[in-house]
T-cell receptor
Framework: RKEVEQDPGPFNVPEGATVAFNCTYS??????FFWYRQDCRKEPKLLMS???SGNEDGRFTAQLNRASQYISLLIRDSKLSDSATYLC???????????FGQGTELSVKP | DGGITQSPKYLFRKEGQNVTLSCEQN?????MYWYRQDPGQGLRLIYY???????QKGDIAEGYSVSREKKESFPLTVTSAQKNPTAFYLC????????????FGNGTRLTVT
């Protein structure tokens, strides 16, 4: 089992759609979780941290499910500009070893 | 202006040569990281350092070496032992190693022929 695993994608959705990505992690003791966005040939940019109680930032909602060891990212009312690769990051051992999932590509079409 | 500087942006080397990638930060962050990204794939952790004069291997450390002599600097050397060195290399920092997100430099694209 991979340490951090994401839905492979790609996800092709129309503008205005709601789309959700999942990311599973192997170590139940993990405490820190993040979602990043990466545009083609660029460095990743922080989208949001994931808190235990779940958190929302505009059209974006992040959730943590400790029992099933996954985090999720929900994007509502998709825009063309949301097209990118979405990466989850997990601090697996609470010692600063931050591991990325392989990324999920999203393409939002008119 | 605070930030993370990686240089150069593009680097070309012949097979068998060692090459050192630079990463400098003025964010006063404690932790620094090196990741490698291959086309269509996620980022894989090479080495990370949480404090000066200390660093740990990531998942793919073979063929690479690092040093952390100063808080601001975390250079990565790609040695001739690395079998497939051509990749996009990303340096990142975080304020500390507890619940702090990563901040990335612009990356260095290394091509070895």
């Amino acid at each position: 089992r991979k340490e951090v695993e994401q839905d492979p994608g790609p996800f092709n959705v129309p503008e205005g759609a709601t789309v959700a990505f999942n990311c599973t992690y192997s170590n139940s003791a993990s405490q820190s979780f993040f979602w990043y966005r990466q545009d083609c040939r660029k460095e990743p940019k922080l989208l949001m941290s994931v808190y235990s109680s779940g958190n929302e930032d505009g059209r974006f909602t992040a959730q943590l499910n400790r029992a099933s060891q996954y985090i999720s990212l929900l994007i509502r009312d998709s825009k063309l500009s949301d097209s990118a690769t979405y990466l989850c990051v997990v601090d697996l051992d609470q010692g600063g070893k931050l591991i990325f999932g392989q990324g999920t590509e999203l393409s939002v079409k008119p | 202006d605070g930030g993370i500087t990686q240089s150069p942006k593009y680097l070309f080397r012949k097979e068998g040569q060692n090459v050192t990638l630079s990463c400098e930060q003025n964010l006063n962050h404690d932790a620094m990281y090196w990741y490698r990204q291959d086309p269509g794939q996620g980022l894989r952790l090479i080495y990370y350092s949480q404090i000066v004069n200390d660093f740990q291997k990531g998942d793919i450390a073979e063929g690479y070496s690092v040093s952390r002599e100063k808080k601001e600097s975390f250079p990565l050397t790609v040695t001739s032992a690395q079998k497939n060195p051509t990749a996009f290399y990303l340096c990142a920092t975080s304020r500390d190693s507890h619940n702090s997100p990563l901040h990335f430099g612009n990356g260095t694209r290394l091509t070895v022929t």
